[in-house]
């Protein structure tokens, strides 16, 4: 077994009133940054887990987002890769 570091981004689902990412946007036009359209606001979490293959650790991580997370209704995940250290 080795140590894999696998790390997540989780934001909030296209569509879906993000009340910090429109805070932000807001802040950004009155600096000046008229081209914004949209701004996000998430989460990068990095999970440090044991497993047997840089695939057995995403996977575990994968089920680690869909029980806990992230919020399977409001929110998406994109798992970055898995490198062994």
Known sequence: MSIFRVPVQIV?????????????????KTMGFNDIKDVYVGRYIVV???????????ESVKAMC????????????VIEGAEAE
């Open 12 to 28: 909030p689902r296209k569509g879906l009133l993000d009340p910090q990412g429109t805070a932000v946007s807001s802040a950004l």
């Open 48 to 58: 440090r887990t044991e497993a047997t293959s840089a695939e057995a650790a995403k």
């Open 66 to 77: 869909e029980k806990l997370l992230a919020n399977p209704v409001t929110e998406d995940f």
